[in-house]
């Protein structure tokens, strides 16, 4: 979701970009509701422990939210490969996946620039007789190179340690920056319809998933506002047209949600459910 928001006046615009995996056998629509029922979803039941959520809380286990710490931050490389290594993680706890990727790239292409120059240090060393002057300075070469190599294996430890979430920010940033490079063209999109001031569009991806897109405009709305209504799953069938029930199944992190929900059109005996992953990035 990309949104921008002004202070004083409260007007946002919004472009949504989603992809959706059609590659997946049909269920009847009995067959659907079946499912949902066995698992206790839409039920009385459920509608009453979703009753008791909204009064109580989720149930649960909360995120521990941290302030943000790099609201100053530009994301711009330092001298110090060791200081850049921990910002990376930094802007992750604070959403900030794509300049966490464009910082990790710089540290990772320094650190081989680092290891190449020490290497060829290293090998160049030669055992002729020196003066004393001459076997200082390489004593004093030799403990800085011992510092520089101590500080890449720490950085390098650091990156094994960390390799799940650098792995994951990998992952996540092709969906980013994808997404990213939607936003401002059409040309590839095909327009579905404009509808109450939302325009539709859609994508076969050669994957096989379907993308779509919504742009449009919302005013008198601050955009964390938006944000906070959409991320409370539990509370979408009280609101959204059609939406009988829904759930949040659990929170993977601060912007990365997975729920459920299901539609269908009173008195007509027809209902559709889906599962869905929503990630947010700054």
Known sequence: VDGQASKQHHHSSFIVVARIDVAQPKVHRSSTVDSASRLGIGTNKHRQRQNAA????????????????????????????????????????????????????????????????LEGNSNGTTTKSKSKSSKRSDKKAELERQRKLLKIQKVDRLFQKKAAVLTKLEKHCKLFESAKRSLGRNEDWTLAQTLFGITTYYRREDDGSLSIKLEGKLDGVPLFEQVAVLREVDLHFKWAPFCSSSLTVTHLDKLDTVGWFMVGVPNFGLARDGGFRAIGCD
Do not use: C
């Open 54 to 117: 909204t009064q109580k809380g989720n149930s649960m286990t909360e995120l521990v939210i941290k302030p943000p710490t790099t609201t100053k931050d530009d994301g711009s490389p330092s001298d110090d490969v060791w200081d850049d290594a921990n910002r990376i993680f930094a802007f992750i706890d604070d959403e900030r996946h794509l300049a966490a990727l464009g910082l990790y790239k710089s540290v990772a292409e320094r650190l081989a620039g680092m290891k190449e120059k």
